[in-house]
């Protein structure tokens, strides 16, 4: 009992102390617990990615820290900062963190996403024209997933990388459009293509001024009209033909017959193969004009007072060109809107009368008043040919004015140009209005040659 009571003292001295280090020791026994964010610095995760890394972390004396793939690949730090990735996968963060009595680890998976470059091309198959194939090239990169939308085309869309080919049977305008996506990012790319008709054509056959007829020998224009059509090819068997791979040829046929004139069109995908008949008559030498107006004098500049039957056309004031001038083998000289003073005369004499000169005018015989040659309604209806007119002896024609009454008609008038060839007017009726607005109505028959 003595001894206890003598230590008592003791222990009352220590108490204190090992009380300290018990409470220092507890101090010093701290957990770590650890954790931590990451955060993609732009709205995505693709390359080159950029990956902030938030430390929530307590209790930790010491990191180290192990970015797979990044850069930097390790760190120290508690607050790494900003890690980079310029490959796309998938890639571990490992975080270590301690201190003297404890350790602690953690593992995240991040993936990074490829890059992408979107980019398709459309090939034609032969051409645009419709029914139109096209191979669809893709030349995209970095992508995952793909999206085509093929609106009018067969097939309508597709998730395949490679598509193939589509079809466009009706023509129109296209849009071609791909989307694709990374993992964390969508792209998209349009192309317009457009279908152009299906070849479609037809041809005109044009007669040559002074082949309206068809006659031997014969001249014509072959116009071809149409859509998509890249190549042409005519044929006329018998004929002759000049630029008959151009969409325009030029025809001869020197004798009478029946013709077939082909042409055959097509775009290297498509033909279409066009024939029309055409029959070619013996040559009467004998062209047919009628229902030509010619105007009384005041009503030249208006109407017109001169004619050519080289050229089938009415000439009014200030419209003859001196290329033109020699071709003008008809004037009609109609005094006023009563029609009782008339004549035809020769174009060199155009200028003695109200007209002006014609520029290299030509001479043309006038008979105005045939007599003792029997002209009639039925004489010219019956004339086919050029025969009566060869019989016909025109002379020097009138060898002074002579003046015909259009109060009644038909009235007949016979000519012969400086070059040979003769011809009968018949005047078959008249239009009495104003003084711009007076004049005749005639017929013409005149030798080709």
């Not at 300290?20 to 701290?30: L, P, R, S």
């Amino acid at each position: 009992m003595r001894k206890i009571e003598l230590l008592r003292p003791l222990f009352l001295l220590l108490m204190p102390i090992l009380l300290w280090q018990a409470c220092v020791k507890k101090e010093q026994d701290i957990k770590v617990s650890i954790d931590f964010a990451t955060f993609y610095e732009s709205s995505n995760q693709t390359v080159p990615a950029r990956v902030r890394i938030e430390n929530h972390t307590r209790g930790a004396e010491t990191y180290r820290w192990t970015f797979e793939g990044g850069q930097p690949a390790v760190s120290d730090r508690r607050d790494p900062g900003v890690i980079v990735y310029e490959q796309a996968g998938e890639y571990r963060i490992i975080l270590e963190a301690s201190n003297p009595e404890h350790e602690e680890r953690k593992e995240i998976t991040i993936r990074i996403d490829s890059a992408v470059r979107i980019a398709f091309d459309l090939d034609t198959v032969i051409n645009v024209y419709a029914p139109a194939e096209f191979v669809v090239r893709n030349q995209t990169d970095g992508a995952s997933s793909y999206k085509w939308n093929f609106h009018g085309a067969a097939p309508s869309g597709s998730t395949a990388r490679d598509p193939g080919t589509i079809l466009y049977d009706v023509p129109g305008d296209y849009t071609v459009a791909l989307e694709v996506t990374n993992g964390s990012r969508t792209y998209k790319l349009d192309r317009h293509i457009t279908v152009l008709p299906t070849l479609e054509a037809d041809f005109e056959i044009l007669p040559m001024l002074g082949d309206e007829d068809y006659e031997a020998p014969f001249t014509a224009l072959l116009k071809a009209s149409g859509t998509s059509v890249h190549h042409y090819n005519w044929t006329a068997p018998g004929g002759q033909l000049q630029h008959a791979d151009q969409k325009e040829a030029q025809l001869y046929i020197e004798r009478p017959g029946r013709y077939a004139i082909t042409l055959v069109a097509d775009n290297g995908k498509t033909k279409k193969i066009i024939t029309k008949d055409i029959t070619i008559t013996a040559n009467s030498n004998l062209y047919h004009f009628s229902n030509i107006k010619l105007g009384i004098n005041s009503a030249h500049a208006t109407i017109g007072s001169f004619y050519s039957t080289r050229l089938q056309r009415v000439f009014a004031a200030g419209e003859v060109t001196p290329q033109q001038g020699n071709l003008i083998d008809i004037v009609f000289f109609g005094i006023n809107n009563t029609f009782t003073q008339n004549r035809f005369v020769s174009p060199d004499q155009a200028g003695d009368l109200t007209f002006q000169d014609i520029p290299g005018a030509g001479r043309t015989r006038w008979i105005n008043q045939p007599q003792g040659v029997g002209t009639s309604d039925a004489l010219f209806e019956s004339m086919q040919d050029d025969s009566w007119l060869r019989t016909v002896d025109i002379g020097a024609g009138d060898q002074k004015p002579i003046y015909f009454d259009l109060q009644t008609v038909p009235h007949f008038a016979l000519f012969q140009h400086a070059s040979g060839y003769k011809g009968i007017v018949r005047v078959r009726s008249v239009h009495r209005a104003g003084p711009t607005d007076s004049y005749i109505v005639v017929d013409i028959k005149v030798q080709k040659q």
